[in-house]
T-cell receptor, first 113, second 112 residues
Framework: DTAVSQTPKYLVTQMGNDKSIKCEQNLGHDTMYWYKQDSKKFLKIMFSYNNKELIINETVPNRFSPKSPDKAHLNLHINSLELGDSAVYFC????????????FGNGTRLTVT | GENVGLHLPTLSVQEGDNSIINCAYSNSASDYFIWYKQESGKGPQFIIDIRSNMDKRQGQRVTVLLNKTVKHLSLQIAATQPGDSAVYFCAENMDGGNKLTFGTGTQLKVEL
């Protein structure tokens, strides 16, 4: 069984479009995250939610809006996509914040043309 | 291709040898550290973690060493296998806060 699953795996779209990435975890974890991995493999946190409440927002443009309908789901909506948004986006979850390992999904490769 | 322009530090080892991957962390107040393995096309996979009240922890074929004096973390992989080929990341919990900050990654290549 997949612990952290995100869809779609690949997303190709044009500049200016709006798109969403969905994430679900079946680990019973309280905390979920979105990370962005650039072309140099650098992983940077974007958002973190704990029990549906936003606890980390790392100066991400407000075109990015996370939504957590319940603690097992954390979706990412992106408005007015730009070329620089092209990256791999990873969803993750953890049992606690800050001192327990993150469990990652397999990523969504977003390509903006 | 995916790796065009990518210049990760690379460690090449022979199959069966031991590998040591190093990481310098930035914050002396960090109290939790993790090593991750990322294979091509997949998400980072947890390998082993260590808290700041320890200086060594062992898992299956892996050992993590923490030197708080020089803010250095290392991952040792015993008897390296082809399946160990991947990018390895260290991560630290800075300031005892709510997020893990990742290092830049090291590409491990296992030669047969």
């Amino acid at each position: 069984d997949t612990a952290v699953s995100q869809t779609p795996k690949y997303l190709v779209t044009q500049m200016g479009n709006d798109k969403s990435i969905k994430c679900e975890q079946n680990l019973g974890h309280d905390t979920m995250y979105w990370y962005k991995q650039d072309s140099k493999k650098f992983l940077k946190i974007m958002f973190s939610y704990n029990n549906k409440e936003l606890i980390i927002n790392e100066t991400v443009p407000n075109r990015f809006s996370p939504k957590s309908p319940d603690k097992a789901h954390l979706n990412l909506h992106i408005n007015s996509l730009e070329l620089g948004d092209s990256a791999v986006y990873f969803c993750a979850s953890s049992q606690r914040t800050g001192d327990s390992p993150l469990h990652f999904g397999n990523g969504t490769r977003l390509t903006v043309t | 291709g995916e790796n065009v322009g990518l210049h990760l530090p690379t460690l090449s080892v022979q199959e069966g040898d031991n590998s040591i991957i190093n990481c310098a962390y930035s914050n002396s107040a960090s109290d939790y550290f993790i090593w991750y393995k990322q294979e091509s096309g997949k998400g980072p996979q947890f390998i082993i973690d260590i808290r700041s009240n320890m200086d060594k922890r062992q898992g299956q074929r892996v050992t993590v060493l923490l030197n708080k004096t020089v803010k250095h973390l290392s991952l040792q992989i015993a008897a390296t296998q082809p399946g160990d080929s991947a990018v390895y990341f260290c991560a630290e919990n800075m300031d005892g806060g709510n997020k893990l900050t990742f290092g830049t990654g090291t590409q491990l290549k296992v030669e047969l």
